[in-house]
């Protein structure tokens, strides 16, 4: 959900430099600034996610900010030369050389860190319906469903920000339709077009999902560990589908038209000036002697008489003291504000290693899952490909010892009983022992020694460990639960063994 977002804000970014590109043809949206758009939405949404608190120094805000300014520049001066030097930030804010890169950058700065705000807070609300007990969480959870007056639910975490996106973005669109601008690149613009809807509908489903889960969990609600898994490839097909919809949608579709709305524009406002009543003109007043036509002479313009010294004196007197007080009264607020703001900087700048490393902690954690997920999906097209490859060669009556069931690699112990004992089931169904839904962990823990007779102790070990993990109120002590672990992975490698070797039985006969 993360990536989602930073891949969503860079998106907005890019898109909108093109538009500014297309619409002020004196300027073109340069190579680099994909680069840096992309590393400013990473390191916002994972900073404002992960590691911005209420202890967090406002320091490093403003080092993004001059971070930013510093690679824009640096950026702008490699590829061509300006009139006026580097530090003159002045001039550089009217050059739209400068002011184009250094505002998307910035927008899109803003934009994710957006995105990692709603994402903390999401977390804090995780935490708090921990503390929480399970029957007022019930309620929240049937709010899901059915939503309530005047409140909000999960699914409107990022929904606004989404729909509104989109109707901009199809009002710049439909502008740069009717006016007749060719774009370039068709089909980079499709492209983040594609990325802007995909990331967008990812983020709001990962939410939904994210929400859901939380709930669940703190309501002790068992629920299949592969639902993460499944929904995800939902929503990304939902996704695709969508995408290729709206890339084949002319863009240009409205039922309401532009020329419809100048019209009526124009009209409303001919209405308002014609039904307009007419202002009487206000006579003016003459301000001339009554005997003759010559200037109005005021009293105090009769004779110009020089003021006195001790007038002058005083004037500069009160000029010095109102001045000097209200210097010294903007100089003490503004130094007490810089001590203030420095003390608790001071205070706050001593986490700042603590929050570099959790920065780092998050965008490795991310990766790795996002690699994982990837990972995974590959290796199940894979195993899909190969089992229908070996049905294949089955069924054009191939001999079946040339082809072999493809092999998969075991999966590693569990670290938990419960996981463990959900491997012996699923293991055990695999050679035809399947437990039935009125069986009780002890019953199938016997038919379990009937079939692997060899290992009788361990499965009565590990079956009176799994009684105490379930039932009891208390952590298991770390001795029994490493001896219960122990024996139930003697016991699912016997399963495996049998299993193979009725594999290899079934291809050599």
């Given at each position: 959900?993360?990536?989602?977002?930073?891949?969503?804000?860079?998106?907005?970014?890019?898109?909108?430099?093109?538009?500014?590109?297309?619409?002020?043809?004196?300027?073109?949206?340069?190579?680099?600034?994909?680069?840096?758009?992309?590393?400013?939405?990473?390191?916002?949404?994972?900073?404002?996610?992960?590691?911005?608190?209420?202890?967090?120094?406002?320091?490093?805000?403003?080092?993004?900010?001059?971070?930013?300014?510093?690679?824009?520049?640096?950026?702008?001066?490699?590829?061509?030369?300006?009139?006026?030097?580097?530090?003159?930030?002045?001039?550089?804010?009217?050059?739209?050389?400068?002011?184009?890169?250094?505002?998307?950058?910035?927008?899109?700065?803003?934009?994710?860190?957006?995105?990692?705000?709603?994402?903390?807070?999401?977390?804090?609300?995780?935490?708090?319906?921990?503390?929480?007990?399970?029957?007022?969480?019930?309620?929240?959870?049937?709010?899901?469903?059915?939503?309530?007056?005047?409140?909000?639910?999960?699914?409107?975490?990022?929904?606004?920000?989404?729909?509104?996106?989109?109707?901009?973005?199809?009002?710049?669109?439909?502008?740069?339709?009717?006016?007749?601008?060719?774009?370039?690149s068709p089909f980079l613009m499709a492209g983040l077009y594609t990325l802007l809807l995909g990331t967008g509908l990812v983020a709001q489903?990962?939410?939904?999902?994210?929400?859901?889960?939380?709930?669940?969990?703190?309501?002790?609600?068992?629920?299949?560990?592969?639902?993460?898994?499944?929904?995800?490839?939902?929503?990304?097909?939902?996704?695709?589908?969508?995408?290729?919809?709206?890339?084949?949608?002319?863009?240009?579709?409205?039922?309401?038209?532009?020329?419809?709305?100048?019209?009526?524009?124009?009209?409303?406002?001919?209405?308002?000036?014609?039904?307009?009543?007419?202002?009487?003109?206000?006579?003016?007043?003459?301000?001339?002697?009554?005997?003759?036509?010559?200037?109005?002479?005021?009293?105090?313009?009769?004779?110009?008489?020089?003021?006195?010294?001790?007038?002058?004196?005083?004037?500069?007197?009160?000029?010095?003291?109102?001045?000097?007080?209200?210097?010294?009264?903007?100089?003490?607020?503004?130094?007490?504000?810089?001590?203030?703001?420095?003390?608790?900087?001071?205070?706050?700048?001593?986490?700042?290693?603590?929050?570099?490393?959790?920065?780092?902690?998050?965008?490795?954690?991310?990766?790795?899952?996002?690699?994982?997920?990837?990972?995974?999906?590959?290796?199940?097209?894979?195993?899909?490909?190969?089992?229908?490859?070996?049905?294949?060669?089955?069924?054009?009556?191939?001999?079946e010892g040339v082809y072999t069931s493809p092999s998969r690699r075991d999966d590693p112990l569990a670290q938990d009983i419960r996981g463990?004992?959900?491997?012996?089931?699923?293991?055990?169904?695999?050679?035809?022992?399947?437990?039935?839904s009125s069986e009780t962990p002890g019953e199938f823990g016997r038919q379990l020694q009937q079939t692997v007779p060899e290992h009788e102790?361990?499965?009565?070990?590990?079956?009176?460990?799994?009684?105490?993990?379930?039932?009891?109120?208390?952590?298991?002590?770390?001795?029994?639960?490493?001896?219960?672990?122990?024996?139930?992975?003697?016991?699912?490698?016997?399963?495996?063994?049998?299993?193979?070797?009725?594999?290899?039985?079934?291809?050599?006969?």
């Open positions: 959900m993360t990536l989602a977002c930073a891949l969503f804000s860079w998106a907005v970014g890019s898109l909108l430099g093109q538009y500014i590109s297309l619409f002020y043809g004196d300027w073109n949206f340069p190579v680099w600034l994909y680069g840096l758009l992309f590393l400013l939405s990473f390191e916002s949404v994972f900073y404002s996610a992960y590691v911005l608190s209420p202890r967090t120094p406002l320091t490093w805000r403003f080092l993004e900010i001059g971070l930013m300014w510093f690679l824009v520049t640096i950026c702008l001066r490699m590829g061509r030369s300006f009139s006026y030097p580097w530090w003159a930030v002045w001039r550089a804010a009217v050059d739209k050389a400068f002011l184009f890169p250094f505002g998307l950058a910035f927008l899109t700065w803003s934009i994710a860190g957006g995105f990692g705000q709603q994402l903390s807070r999401m977390k804090r609300i995780a935490d708090e319906l921990g503390d929480q007990a399970a029957s007022t969480i019930s309620w929240e959870f049937e709010s899901l469903a059915l939503k309530p007056e005047n409140s909000s639910i999960p699914l409107e975490y990022f929904l606004r920000r989404w729909v509104g996106f989109a109707v901009l973005f199809a009002g710049l669109a439909i502008a740069v339709r009717r006016s007749g601008i060719q774009i370039a489903g990962s939410a939904y999902l994210e929400r859901l889960a939380t709930i669940w969990e703190q309501i002790g609600l068992e629920y299949p560990r592969v639902l993460t898994a499944n929904w995800i490839r939902s929503l990304l097909i939902v996704s695709l589908v969508l995408m290729v919809l709206i890339n084949v949608i002319p863009v240009d579709f409205s039922p309401l038209t532009y020329d419809d709305l100048v019209r009526f524009f124009f009209s409303l406002l001919h209405r308002f000036s014609a039904d307009s009543p007419a202002l009487p003109e206000v006579p003016e007043e003459d301000l001339s002697p009554p005997g003759g036509g010559g200037v109005l002479q005021l009293p105090w313009q009769a004779d110009e008489e020089e003021p006195p010294m001790w007038a002058g004196i005083i004037a500069l007197l009160y000029i010095v003291v109102f001045v000097g007080g209200l210097g010294m009264a903007v100089a003490v607020f503004v130094g007490f504000v810089i001590v203030t703001f420095a003390q608790s900087e001071l205070e706050r700048l001593r986490g700042l290693p603590k929050a570099a490393v959790q920065f780092y902690l998050a965008v490795r954690t991310a990766f790795q899952q996002a690699y994982s997920f990837v990972f995974s999906g590959f290796r199940s097209v894979k195993r899909y490909a190969a089992t229908k490859a070996w049905s294949l060669s089955r069924s054009q009556g191939e001999p463990a004992y959900r491997q012996l089931v699923q293991q055990a169904t695999s050679i035809g022992l399947v437990q039935k102790p361990e499965i009565a070990d590990f079956i009176d460990a799994y009684h105490l993990a379930r039932y009891s109120h208390h952590a298991l002590d770390d001795r029994l639960t490493a001896r219960a672990l122990s024996a139930a992975g003697s016991v699912l490698s016997s399963l495996r063994r049998m299993v193979r070797r009725k594999q290899i039985d079934r291809t050599t006969d």
